[in-house]
């Protein structure tokens, strides 16, 4: 709706989130933590806080953009290099625990796609639910961009002969 999300980092290592208008104007504090993702309607935001959040190693909160509520979602023992609401804006696509994974808002993960553990910052086409991600893997065969089908299925590689290939989006 005209405002952007974002993310600042202190000299003191600490990060917060703000919000701007797209004028502009109205730059506002909204709270501590760091990869500000706002669902499409404007209702919820999800964020790192805690840990490492800078080092992919977080937790994952939630924040109620009426009510101002906070919570966290998933205590993270892992690392999480991306995520992004899914369309349906009850989960957030994510890399996690050696797969792409679904976090819903209650806490539960569930597998989208088994598979790399350099498999990293997923992202849903907007028109049919397909998914891109990078894989970083040192290994030359396997590292490159990727494809699958909306429910996981079918990963396939796209990109291979630009190193460093990441970070997709549609």
Request: charged share 15%; glycine share 12%.
């Amino acid at each position: 709706n005209g405002t952007v999300f974002y993310g600042r980092r202190s000299t003191a290592n600490v990060g917060t989130i703000w919000a701007i208008n797209l004028d502009g104007s109205g730059d506002t504090y909204i709270t501590t933590g760091v990869r500000p993702r706002v669902t499409a309607d404007g209702r919820w935001l999800a964020f790192l806080r805690e840990g490492n959040p800078f080092g992919s190693q977080g937790n994952v909160w939630l924040r109620d953009l009426q009510s101002g509520t906070e919570s966290r979602v998933l205590v993270n023992l892992e690392n999480i290099t991306g995520y992004d609401w899914e369309p349906n804006e009850a989960a957030l696509l994510m890399d996690y625990e050696c797969g792409i994974r679904d976090l819903h808002t209650n806490g539960i993960v569930n597998a989208v796609i088994n598979s790399d553990c350099y498999d990293a910052a997923p992202v849903r086409n907007p028109v049919d639910g397909q998914i891109a991600f990078h894989n970083l893997n040192p290994d030359g065969s396997i590292a490159g961009l990727y494809v699958a089908s909306a429910n996981g299925s079918g990963r396939q590689r796209i990109l291979s002969s630009v190193t460093g290939a990441s970070w997709p989006a549609w």
